[in-house]
């Protein structure tokens, strides 16, 4: 009788086992609190939504994504120990974070892990550390700021530039490269100015760059800090163009700052007003689920959950070491992969390139000026 | 000189919110003996009420102010003081203090989770006409902010000197006992105060919050801008709270633009030390006796 119970509780475990779908862990550590937050929640709204698209779909290799979340509270240590902890609790491949300040910090610990990353960064030192695990979702800022220098020695006719940047590593990789472009453009810097990450008060700032004698102002901030910057160059009448790269012209940016933004000009990897069906499908889709606007870090979120789908599909295992490896070299082409949105290649640092575009705020919405090639 | 005008007059129309912030701790203090180190959180919030009056009840934003005001002076003065400061004073003043640094972390924590983490456009309550003086152009949002924050305290400083219920409240705050004898109540003069504390933290978030935004952390910044200008000045004058304020608001622009964008902050905090050193009753402030 017991050896009888025996095989019959083990034939419906075993059964029940069998019914059962294994999940996928997957983490997403993000500027969820702080001041990166205007930036970290959205790119993790990209991504919960992505994952739920994924799931509906039947999931990666059948299985479904159990999408865990992490907030960094935009504190590089405290990121850090959200990656050691998403590491710990067997994550599979990590999503964020989105403040180069935290993910310089935050990539060695899954690099000793072997753990592959995908960053929201794009400051250029990410990808120059020679991590095999380290990849994008929107490339660097030493890419996008060739196509800007141009557009400001050429289109705006500047040769005499003012730089506002944050003083963090986003903003130094900014900096930094922005400084070289103008270098070899023949531009030059009037003033330098940096700011603090969460400043309020930008009134000294813009008295500064007013009497810099400046054509043209090059702003390199996060989300918060460039739409209080605007609002503070409106009310002191400014009359400079203001151009930057990517954050400058998001729409959470524009959201903030209101009219104060319009007439600035920005290069941009990713915009919901590029004239990309797919992007703007998942952009209508997000405002409707979200009920507000998806930028490009929302964007960078949705296709970083994608790039886990078909990687780890081309692999044809959950094998970390393969994932990097494949990662590495590949090109994804949006017509087979949807997800990915648009056209994209990875080089062996983890960078990648696909096409951007020169955009300008009117009446509080980005207007696309210029489809630049991918380089 | 245009550069250094515009940034007197940014530094000034700064300084006189932070005055209307630090002149509430000022208040407190010669009241009851309160330092309310969530006087930051008490100006960040203000302007929360207005963005739910607005923007989740689709009120108008003179209306939204009005009630906004309204809801400060009653959770921010009358609850304030019934529910914390009655309960803790007679504990004595440090677990007062850790009191309202309590209540200031879960204002804070409350307005992140049940309206937004993220930074909220506010709108401006001025055109964005801009005047030139000197050469410099001074944006009438400024110029309204500095008038209005003046204002403010020139009208509360005549209240104070210039009626009868003003003057109950300075004899209130320099000898209770005596005020007592001679008939004042003073438990209503100490709420007066407590509501006064909260009118003024609600003009400040108003007029703040456009240049800010709307964010949860907004009083990390304030109080402790305010709780220094408060200190520079002198802790038991308003005068000292006005200056002080003041003070720190041209101090912290003029350092950005000529000592050292990296080290604005620390400068306001040098500024501290030293007054503490030389004049240890702030600017204005007095070694003896207390009035509000």
Known sequence: ?375 | MAEFLQILISGLSAGSIYALAAVGFTLLWQASQTINFAQGEFVMLPAFFVLVFTVKMGLPMSIAIVLALFLSVLLLGALFKKLIVEPMLSHGVLPLVIATIALGLLMKEMVKEFYSPLGQPFPGLFPHDVMSILGAKISVADFANFVIAMGTIIILQLFLSRTRTGRCMQATAQNPEVAKILGVDIKRMVMYTFLINGALAAIASVLITPIYLAKFSNGEVLGLVAFIAAIVGGFNQIRGALVGGLLIGVIDNLSAAYVSAEYRQAVPMLLLIFIIMVRPQGLLGTTEGRTV
Request: aromatic share 8%; hydrophobic share 45%; with cysteine.
């Open chain 1, 1 to 375: 009788m017991i050896r009888k119970l025996a095989l019959t509780t083990t034939a419906v475990a075993a059964f029940c086992a069998g019914m059962a779908t294994a999940d996928v862990r997957i983490a997403s550590v993000a500027e969820l609190s702080g001041a990166g937050a205007a930036a970290g929640a959205v790119w993790h709204d990209g991504i919960k939504m992505a994952v739920e698209e994924i799931n509906a779909a039947g999931g990666i290799l059948g299985e479904q994504i159990d999408l865990v979340e992490y907030d960094s509270q935009t504190d590089p240590q405290n990121s850090r120990a959200m990656v050691q902890k998403a590491i710990d609790e067997e994550t599979f491949v990590l999503l964020g974070t989105v403040y180069s300040s935290s993910t310089v910090v935050n990539m060695l610990v899954a690099q000793q892990n072997g753990v592959p990353q995908i960053t929201g960064s794009e400051s250029p030192t990410i990808t120059a550390k020679g991590n095999p695990y380290i990849f994008r979702t929107a490339f660097g800022a030493q890419k996008g700021l060739p196509k800007l220098g141009s557009y400001i020695k050429n289109d705006l006719g500047a040769s005499k530039v003012a730089v506002i940047w944050a003083n963090t590593e986003f903003g130094k990789g900014g900096h930094d490269a922005f400084l070289s472009v103008a270098e070899a453009q023949g531009i030059e810097i009037v003033a330098n100015i940096p700011t603090e990450q969460a400043q309020v008060d930008f009134a000294a700032d813009v008295a500064k760059l007013k009497s810099s004698g400046a054509e043209a102002v090059f702003s390199y901030m996060t989300e918060e800090e460039s739409a209080r910057f605007l609002i503070e160059a409106a009310k002191q009448d400014l009359g400079l163009p203001i151009v930057g790269d990517t954050v400058v012209a998001s729409q959470k940016v524009i959201d903030l700052a209101g009219e104060a933004a319009n007439g600035v000009a920005s290069h941009v990897g990713l915009t919901a007003e590029a004239p990309i069906p797919a992007i703007q499908e998942m952009a209508a889709k997000f405002q409707e689920k979200f009920g507000y606007g998806a930028d490009h870090n929302a964007i960078k979120g949705y296709i970083g959950a994608y790039m886990i789908k078909y990687v780890t599909e081309k692999v044809g295992s959950f094998d970390r070491q393969a994932f990097a490896d494949t990662l590495h070299g590949l090109c994804l082409n949006a017509s087979e992969y949807p997800g990915v949105l648009m056209d994209v290649c990875w080089d062996d640092t983890g960078e990648m390139s696909r096409e951007s575009f020169l955009v300008e705020v009117v009446d509080g919405q980005q207007k696309i000026t210029k489809t630049l090639p991918a380089n």
